[in-house]
């Protein structure tokens, strides 16, 4: 019996025997779906769908022992359905599962696709994945090419940098302030209290300008028999620059200042007035806190006046010098006015 099922399958000469263990999908349906996809002639032959589970007995052994063809083998195992293919070499490929979310005809279609992408690779291995059936998609029409300028003699220029992304940054405005303030300072032994008034111009943050003029309140020292007074008024011009974080800021400036001192004796037989000038520089610092249209600001200031400033007695030996530095902490605002 052996023998003739042998010779029945040589004289079929088949060059592909699809066998099935499973009847989801069989080996009919596969060798179906395998003809129409492999290359016209092939012949490919179907053993029989056993039950599930069931085992190729010894007739199906003595066939494959005789039979030097390639060979499909659908299994079904702990619930899962597997394909390998064995050559006639005696070769074979590492198992590939079918999904089991697949219907039977869709089975034995992904199948069959692996059947003739291994047959059309050349007999390397299986796809990783069992292909899903195939579905028409719409051909979309070629676009038309694009007609190709003709090139010119004359070489194009190079080209230059790439534009900055969106537009420049807007420059800060300039703006102008006018503010004023009080401040408290420390001269020759005594605590004179100044009141200023500025005018500042420039950008809200970085270089500005500030021209300013101060008033003092009279000094007073004991010059025997009587008192020596004076007052101070000032006027400067500087630079200043600004820096910024969200409502809080600082201001550093440093100023050229004249001033003019008024001097007047008190407590002696003639008491006279008179009039000196100097001249000196400021430098200091400031703190600003954002409110509104203004700037609230707390300033320390030092002021140097080089040269000899003296209170003396006409027709007497005795004279005072007036203080050289100046410390000043004071409290203000400025108002922006234009901006």
């Known amino acids: 019996m052996w023998l003739t099922l042998g010779l029945a399958f040589l004289l079929a000469d088949p060059d592909l025997i699809i066998r099935s263990s499973t009847s989801c999908p069989g080996a009919a349906a596969v060798a179906k779906e395998a003809t129409s996809l492999l290359p016209p002639g092939a012949k490919v032959g179907a053993d029989g769908s056993a039950p599930d589970g069931a085992k190729v007995d010894d007739a199906s052994q003595a066939r494959d022992a005789l039979e030097k063809v390639d060979r499909v083998e659908i299994t079904?195992?702990?619930?899962?359905?597997?394909?390998?293919?064995r050559t006639s070499a005696g070769q074979v490929t590492a198992p590939r599962e079918l999904p089991a979310a697949l219907s039977c005809d869709?089975?034995?279609?992904?199948?069959?696709?692996?059947?003739?992408?291994?047959?059309?690779?050349g007999g390397a291995e299986l796809p990783a994945e069992a292909p899903l059936p195939a579905t028409p998609r719409p051909v979309t029409p070629p676009r038309p090419a694009r007609p190709i300028p003709a090139v010119s003699a004359t070489?194009?220029?190079?080209?230059?940098?790439?534009?900055?992304?969106?537009?420049?940054?807007a420059a800060e405005p300039l703006r102008w302030a006018v503010g004023g303030g009080f401040s408290a300072g420390r001269s020759a032994n005594q605590y004179p209290v100044s009141a200023l008034l500025e005018i500042a111009i420039g950008h809200p943050t970085g270089l500005g300008l500030r021209l300013h003029g101060t008033r003092s309140s009279r000094y007073s020292l004991s010059l025997a028999p009587g008192r020596a007074t004076w007052t101070r008024s000032s006027v400067g011009v500087g630079v200043t620059f600004t820096g910024r974080r969200g409502p809080w800021g600082g201001l550093a400036h440093a100023d050229l200042v004249g001033a003019a001192l008024d001097i007047s004796g008190e407590g002696f037989a003639v008491d006279e007035r008179s009039r000196q000038y100097a001249a000196g520089g400021t430098l200091g610092g400031r703190v600003l806190r954002a409110l509104g249209p203004a700037d609230l600001w707390l300033d320390l200031s030092f002021s140097a006046w080089p040269g000899r400033n003296q209170v003396f007695l006409r027709d007497a030996p005795g004279s005072l010098d007036l203080s050289s530095f100046e410390v000043f902490l004071g409290l203000g605002t400025d108002f922006f006015v234009w901006q």
């Not at 079904?76 to 293919?85: C, I, T």
């Not at 070489?155 to 940054?169: E, L, M, T, V, Y």
């Open 155 to 169: 070489s194009a220029p190079a080209p230059g940098p790439p534009p900055p992304d969106g537009p420049p940054p």
């Open 76 to 85: 079904s195992e702990m619930g899962k359905r597997w394909l390998r293919v």
């Open 106 to 121: 869709e089975a034995a279609r992904a199948a069959a696709l692996l059947v003739a992408a291994w047959q059309f690779q």
